[in-house]
């Protein structure tokens, strides 16, 4: 067992990581508690019940899982895809979203009002789409204030980025919509994206392939009421 010395409770951490007062931010908070649940979590904590309430601490050889599990969590805001992130030996999906983040972050030198920073971003983006442990490597921020500070309460990265689509290419559209799970307006999207992109080409027809599929189960669903 390690010893207690090696731990710190998650307000500790989080101020020692990003330099942040966790209590003042209610939906790191939330977060952290998906992230450290005791059957669905995947941080692992150790729990001691002081005084019928528990004591929550993490070890420091969790510190980097939990890093990252903010940082990418900022972009990608779902819990399940940050799990599958940190989780899953899965190089499609960690190149998928990789490229995902480039579409959406590379090329800006803001994102939703918050400052990107260049170099941190490109380094996040690549290791991203790597096979490095991501429980053992740390990730770059590429935020220079983290997205849950910076968002109003219930709206995540994606929600407010789709809150701009006026303002945003057909390209970025779809790409925002894919990420956010939404594959019929993404699919309406990419009927006006025309790019020389190979990246956003092939997503284009990736969108394509699923909408069809998706409707095609609709119709059989349909057909056989």
């Known amino acids: 067992m390690p010893n207690n010395e090696n731990r710190m409770s998650i307000p500790e951490v989080i101020s020692l990581l990003f ?16 992230f450290t649940r005791e059957k669905s979590g995947f941080i692992p904590v150790h729990r001691d019940t002081v005084v019928h309430k528990d ?27 940050v ?3 940190l989780t899953e030996n899965n190089h499609d999906f960690r190149k998928q979203m990789a490229e995902l983040a480039e579409i959406i972050l590379i090329g800006r030198n803001t994102l ?3 400052s990107l920073l260049p170099t941190e971003t490109l380094e ?3 290791v991203l789409g790597s096979d ?37 290419s057909a390209s970025d559209s779809m ?10 307006m993404a699919w309406k999207a990419a009927q006006q994206v025309s790019s020389g992109n190979e990246t956003v080409n092939k997503y284009k027809s990736l969108i394509k392939k699923e909408y069809e599929e998706a409707s095609e189960f609709d119709e059989l669903l349909a057909s056989l009421e």
């Open 19 to 34: 330099g942040i007062k966790l209590s003042r931010h209610k939906k790191i908070k939330d977060c952290l508690d998906n």
């Open 124 to 126: 996040f983006i690549e």
């Open 132 to 168: 490095v442990d991501l429980t053992q490597v740390r990730l770059k921020n590429p935020f220079e204030t983290l997205p849950q500070i910076v968002l109003e309460s219930g709206m995540n990265t994606i929600q407010a980025f789709l809150a701009q689509t006026a303002a945003l």
């Open 175 to 184: 790409m925002a919509h894919y990420l956010a799970g939404d594959i019929e």
């Open 55 to 81: 004591n929550i601490t993490i070890s420091h050889d969790q510190h980097t899982t939990l890093f990252n599990a903010v940082v990418l969590q900022g972009l990608f805001s779902e819990t399940r895809t």
């Open 83 to 85: 799990r599958r992130l």
């Open 112 to 114: 939703l009002g918050i």
